[in-house]
């Protein structure tokens, strides 16, 4: 028997949707369906952010304001060094890379197989990435392919040594 491709999904908005998640891997359909429930349909959020281009830089500004936030509280929670580069593709960087870490712990953890020494070790191997455009070159890989983008990392990409941390 093959797991279904299509998943009727009742959104956040209580509007019943069919989705064909067949471009997904056989095991991670269920768990996108369930992300799929806790948000608007895709016409509930249109409609929300197209409410007027003056509403769509606020609302745009808001949902980066909330990934911000949640990147620094990430950060510091779990002990993430600061990155480096341009001022302005710093706050992009933390985003890019509280989103790939938090996928790849999904990934890996959560749906995969491996345990908190396996990811203990791939975080303080993520601390060593500190050029803020290596994380937002990475922006759109899967979780599941930190580890080889990490062990791929130059030194130009490492951040320097601080013996006063």
Do not use: Y
């Amino acid at each position: 028997m093959t797991v279904r491709l299509k998943w009727t999904v009742v959104h956040r908005c209580g509007h019943e949707v069919v989705h064909d998640l067949s471009d997904r891997p056989a095991d991670r359909r269920a768990g996108f369906a369930r992300w799929l429930a806790g948000r608007d349909c895709t016409d509930c959020w249109k409609a929300a952010r197209d409410t007027g281009s003056e509403s769509t830089r606020e609302w745009l500004a808001a949902k980066r304001a909330e990934e911000q936030q949640a990147a620094a509280e990430w950060a510091a929670r779990f002990d993430m060094p600061p990155l480096e580069g341009p001022e302005r593709a710093l706050d992009w960087g933390e985003r890019s890379r509280h989103q790939l870490m938090t996928a790849a712990h999904t990934s890996l953890v959560v749906e995969g197989t491996w345990d908190e020494t396996d990811w203990a070790a791939l975080e303080e191997k993520a601390r060593t990435v500190t050029r803020a455009g290596w994380w937002i070159d990475q922006r759109d890989t899967d979780g599941a392919d930190l580890v080889e983008l990490l062990d791929a990392a130059t030194e130009q990409d490492l951040g320097t040594e601080n013996p006063f941390r």
